[in-house]
């Protein structure tokens, strides 16, 4: 069976490697697969796979121009010993829920699961279509996208990638990440403004066709490397399918039980993935979407009404510092049944009036979710009790998440297990997490708080970020949202 990607607002059907080095469709749309391919092999059997087997065989499902050797070569260079747990990712007990933590990888955020691969996706894409120009990966980051395209992409021959940033959005840590960042096809830049401003001025410019005109006489080709882009989304369906496998394997559920899965989520990416999971035949539940108190996507579900018309907060979790959830457009084209012209209008209304209501048809099928929000205060809350009770230790993003799930097991009474999305080391955030704990931290900056927090825990700081207020400062550049066209062609010299 081949998948062709088609785009949500009518584009027409390309296959996967097209798909991926594209990343955004023509009118804007984003790409789709044009049918869920099923689990065919019994879970039985798959307990045995590996993460390394498991990725192979759920990708080879949805890229299937890709060979299974190209695939094989993509899943080996991006699952290795970066991870610094033996284990991809591990999913951890405390109490009755499972955190299936996905920050082991080198930037410590969970989109090192899909940007490990997705350097090595794009250049087998690019051999297969025979594509000589040089790649420019455009990319407007929360915090972790950014560092964690930065190192995959960090000289891989052939493409350069350039990250935005906005300058008052993201932790120390995230900037010190990303503006320490080696290699000479890197190039780091914070805007002024929030992460929405980065991420609509990005899009601009991969819709603007005289500047890609321009470029493509210079002989470069834009690709993206934010979650719109396939090659992110589909390696993350892995993840949930392995997870569910690992608690068959410990005897944690029967073979077909189902699960529920609760994520926090921003940008839409990581639990669309656990929707494309069970859409594939993954038995799971509820999808539980936790917001922090940027809580658009919590008022959607619950009423069916988009509106991004509201106050911005800088909140502890910033990487869901989002009004805009880019993804959430795939999910109306397949609740909508694949009603391009209505995904379209939709888009339409949201970026002209910054809202729009959804039909009752579509409306019935939300009910796959459900979804709540936790402010800063419960989020420390959280992290308190659950360090001091069970001495377990998660980030903010987590936290947020974790006591979505609390409330949700409270309203509607439902005792199935449950997956909480870990995705960030709790050392990604220090500054919060040691509030959280009531560690005093008023005269210290955020990299000596790193130390107080280990000690403090008794937990090792992850090597990757280890010593990283000495290292060198290489990227030194701010602008204003209205800049970033020229920001990039400086870099690139057109
Ligand atoms: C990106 C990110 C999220 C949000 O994920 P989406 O796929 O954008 O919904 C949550 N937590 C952390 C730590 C992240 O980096």
């Not at 594209?22 to 796979?49: Q, R, T, V």
């Not at 470029?215 to 589909?234: C, E, Q, T, V, W």
Request: net charge neutral; charged share 25%; with cysteine.
């Amino acid at each position: 069976m081949q998948i062709m990607y088609k785009g949500t607002r009518g584009e027409k059907s390309i296959n996967s490697s097209e798909a991926i080095i594209k990343g955004i469709a023509e009118a804007g749309g984003l790409y789709i697969p044009n049918e869920f391919p099923k689990i065919d092999i019994p879970f039985s059997k798959l307990i045995n796979y590996d993460y390394r087997q498991l990725s192979v065989y759920i990708l080879k499902k949805y890229l299937t121009d890709f060979t299974k050797e190209e695939i094989e070569y993509c899943v080996n260079n991006a699952y290795d010993d970066k991870f610094e747990k033996g284990e991809i990712a591990p999913l951890v007990k405390v109490e009755e829920e499972f955190f299936l933590e996905l920050y082991h990888g080198s930037t410590l955020a969970f989109k090192d699961m899909a940007l490990s691969i997705l350097p090595y996706l794009l250049k087998t894409a690019c051999k297969k279509l025979n594509i000589k120009d040089e790649i420019v990966i455009l990319t407007a980051t929360s915090g972790d996208t950014g560092k964690a395209a930065l190192q995959g992409f960090a000289n891989v021959e052939g493409t350069k990638i350039i990250v935005f940033f906005p300058e008052k959005g993201v932790s120390s840590i995230q900037k010190a990440q990303m503006v320490t960042q080696q290699g000479e096809n890197t190039h780091v830049v914070g805007i002024y403004g929030n992460f929405d401003d980065a991420q609509k001025a990005v899009k601009e410019i991969f819709n603007d066709k005289e500047f890609n005109n321009l470029l493509k006489d210079k002989k470069y080709m834009l690709s993206s490397a934010n979650s719109i882009n396939i090659g992110r989304l589909i390696p993350q369906v892995v993840y949930y399918v392995y997870s569910y496998l690992s608690m068959l394997k410990h005897g944690e559920i029967k073979e077909g039980e189902s699960i529920n899965v609760c994520v926090p989520t921003g940008n839409f990416g990581n639990i669309l993935a656990a929707y494309y999971a069970k859409k594939m035949g993954l038995p799971i539940n509820k999808l539980i979407c936790a917001s922090n108190e940027n809580n658009v996507l919590c008022d959607f579900f619950n009423e069916g009404i988009y509106n991004k018309n509201r106050e911005f907060k800088v909140t502890s979790s910033p990487s869901m510092d989002i009004l805009v959830s880019s993804n959430l457009e795939r999910l109306l084209y397949h609740i909508s049944n694949g009603d391009e012209d209505l995904v379209s209008d939709l888009m339409k209304k949201l970026n002209m009036e910054g809202k729009y209501i959804i039909n009752e048809s579509m409306k019935e099928k939300l009910k796959d979710f459900y979804s709540g929000f936790a402010n800063d205060k419960e989020t420390y809350k959280i992290i308190e009790n659950t360090f001091k009770d069970n001495g377990y230790l998660m980030d903010t993003h987590t936290a947020v998440a974790y006591k979505v799930y609390k409330d949700y097991k409270n309203a509607m009474n439902d005792n199935k297990k449950t997956i909480i999305v870990s995705t960030a080391s709790p050392f990604k955030f220090p500054r919060d997490v040691c509030k959280a704990l009531g560690i005093d931290n008023n005269d210290l900056n955020d990299f000596q708080l790193l130390y107080r927090l280990s000690s403090f825990t008794n937990i090792n700081i992850p090597n990757s970020i280890r010593n990283i207020e000495n290292r060198e400062v290489i990227h030194n550049n701010l602008c204003k949202k209205e800049e970033i066209k020229s920001e990039i062609e400086k870099f690139l010299k057109v």
